[in-house]
């Protein structure tokens, strides 16, 4: 149980820096920012209670606005992927899987757990940008910027992934 | 009751959620109202140190280029100089000839830039100086090319600048040469071009015409560079331009900006703060209704001594 919170709270942290120091400065073709801290999210192991998640959301996504001007924007995003999060692991967890089963490449699959990753980050960037931007009237931009994000934080938190588990044990099917 | 209980403890999550969007959201709407939110920006001096530390490090990067903006400034002053010591003397050997006008003054403060966000729709900038040095909300903030913003929010060490890249900016500006003037506002998406508009259309206007602020915010002095016009449009309405300008301050490598920090504010201030005062108010209507009667005295005096 406590190596579990030590383990979370080492990856608050590196996750954080990560994303203050590096990705809060890239901005590719202007308007494209990734949003790793999804990331803390994404790998909430099945049956975690959901409000476990939800505060732990939360408080990324807090420590985040602290850091990057934007109060409240990243904290909302976050909160709403916490939710969606258990739902949609459900639905692409593999059939026979434990019930504390975690999220990994390995353990999902590669296309299963790119889908996975996708949809949160398509989620957590569309509603950032929309609470960024408050405005439809440049709608165009606001998509490039939640389209272009979420991509970009997909291959990032892949390439964490391969890092972390290794090539080896990766399943195409 | 049972079952309502039942049905709360049942979906929590629901309603954790639901309480937590709500204090993001809190978070968010009450950002834009002023001082409350200094404690939970880059003001806040926990970050603002960290920031500090990591803008420590990274500044080495852009020495060179900052050494050549200051060695540009270097040779700009040293000519201003060279100019004002020739015009001194001019003066001190005639001296029946005068100053036309006193001469502007103002102070400015030197800072660094600690954090910025350029890729935003609202930007800001956040400096190592506040409160303590003399920074209040409101001041101008320049660099050694032109105009940067203005000073948004100030904690004791740290300020907030909202500079020209924030989509709530306007500055009133006007094209050198001419006393036309409009207000330079910006668009999302780009770093370097902002737009003036209302600048009326029987303006003169050409392309590569400086554009600089005029001194009617009491922000900045008039005469500050701010951009050099690039592409000349209509507004939608066809009653003023609507034109393109090249920025000159280039802020992705901006490190080293000043504050004005004392140009005219604090006597204008004063002055309008009497103003407002109403026993000052009262006083000056009684003189106004005292004169009055005297006029009406003379009036009808008047026509006495004529006759």
Known sequence: MNSIIITRVLRLLILIVLQVLVFNNIHLFGYITPLVIGYMVVCFHRNT???????WGFVTGLLFDLFSNTAGMGAASCTLIAMIQPYWLN??????????FTPTITTMGFWNYILYVIQQMVVLHGCFYLLDAFTLSDWFLTLLSIAGGSVLSTL?????????????????? | MRALIDLIVHNKHWFVFLLLE????????????????VY???????????????????????????????????????????????????????????PQALPLRYEVLPAQVVNMTLHKATNFITINKGEADGIRPEMGVVCSRGVVGIVYMTSRHYSIVMPLLNVNSKISCRLRGSDYFGSLVWQRGYADIAYVTSVPRHAPVKKKAIVETNGYSDIFPPGLPIGVVQKIG?????????????LFTNFPTLREVSVITNYHSSERRLLEEMAEDPARQDSVLNAQEKQKELEEKKNNLSPDTIR
């Open chain 1, 49 to 55: 209670s959901q409000t476990e998640i939800l505060i």
């Open chain 1, 91 to 100: 639905l692409l967890a593999p059939r026979d899987s434990a019930d504390d």
């Open chain 1, 156 to 173: 990032i938190i892949l390439f964490i992934e391969l890092l972390i588990r290794g090539r080896k044990n990766i399943t195409t099917h």
């Open chain 2, 22 to 37: 709500v204090i993001s959201l809190v978070f968010l709407f009450s950002y834009n109202g002023y001082q409350k939110s």
């Open chain 2, 40 to 98: 939970f920006t880059t003001a806040n001096d926990v970050v603002g140190s960290t920031y500090n530390v990591i803008s420590g490090i990274t500044s080495y990067l852009h020495l060179q280029e900052v050494n050549n903006e200051l060695e540009a400034t270097n040779e700009e002053l040293r000519k201003e100089v060279y100019a004002m010591r020739q015009q001194l003397e001019a003066i001190q050997q005639d001296s029946t000839k005068r």
């Open chain 2, 234 to 246: 209509d507004s939608p309405d066809g009653m003023s331009y609507f034109l393109r300008v090249k």
